[in-house]
T-cell receptor
Framework: NAGVTQTPKFQVLKTGQSMTLQCAQD?????MYWYRQDPGMGLRLIYYSASEGTTDKGEVPNGYNVSRLNKREFSLRLESAAPSQTSVYFC?????????????FGEGSRLTVL | RKEVEQDPGPFNVPEGATVAFNCTYSNSASQSFFWYRQDCRKEPKLLMSVYSSGNEDGRFTAQLNRASQYISLLIRDSKLSDSATYLC????????????FGTGTQLKVEL
């Protein structure tokens, strides 16, 4: 059982380049999330999808777009990467409704923007 | 004021010691509370949920104090393998069922 799978695990971009982080979960979860983690800042929510077909902004959405392709997949796109987007990105999913329920995380994608 | 605040540490303790972490939250409408553990350069993983009545899982005990708006985590008989960062997570139902993470408290258990 793979759980939550993210690709790529590492990426180096130049300022202005674009890229898409892919995330897939095999737990039949309704909700999926993208977080970024920076030193001293904790995990901050970028975007989330409460169910297939819906997406909403989180705390730090600027510079990002998302697509909930189907129930399994939730991608995060950087259209024009900036050095401030250097971070570790985590995708997560959760099956329970409401604010309860365990978040399952992928292993993270380490992005460096030069 | 941050929505969820934790002492970043590090807490350096000898093996076998008891250590406690607190976490304060600002939103009185918060309804769900968790402790996650994160090892260096790894993803966070659920350690335990925190219930109103408090709960215990082996050497770990979590408490919730709604009046003072804080949760705590107590680790007894610390092991070297407990060395990690402990993240406090608070949830609010509605508005996307938002979960807010604290910045984490680093624990180092030493011989």
């Amino acid at each position: 059982n793979a759980g939550v799978t993210q690709t790529p695990k590492f990426q180096v971009l130049k300022t202005g380049q674009s890229m898409t982080l892919q995330c897939a979960q095999d737990m039949n979860h309704n909700s999926m999330y993208w977080y970024r983690q920076d030193p001293g800042m904790g995990l901050r929510l970028i975007y989330y999808s409460a169910s297939e077909g819906t997406t909403d902004k989180g705390e730090v959405p600027n510079g990002y777009n998302v697509s909930r392709l189907n129930k399994r997949e939730f991608s995060l796109r950087l259209e024009s990467a900036a050095p401030s987007q250097t971070s570790v990105y985590f995708c997560a999913s959760r099956g329970a409704t409401g604010a309860t329920g365990e978040l399952f995380f992928g292993e993270g994608s380490r992005l460096t923007v030069l | 004021r941050k929505e969820v605040e934790q002492d970043p540490g590090p807490f350096n303790v000898p093996e076998g010691a008891t250590v406690a972490f607190n976490c304060t939250y600002s939103n009185s409408a918060s309804q769900s509370f968790f402790w996650y553990r994160q090892d260096c350069r790894k993803e966070p993983k659920l350690l335990m949920s925190v219930y109103s009545s408090g709960n215990e899982d082996g050497r770990f005990t979590a408490q919730l104090n709604r009046a003072s708006q804080y949760i705590s985590l107590l680790i007894r008989d610390s092991k070297l393998s407990d060395s990690a960062t402990y993240l406090c997570v608070v949830g609010v139902t509605g508005g996307g069922n938002k979960l807010t993470f604290g910045t984490g408290t680093q624990l180092k258990v030493e011989l």
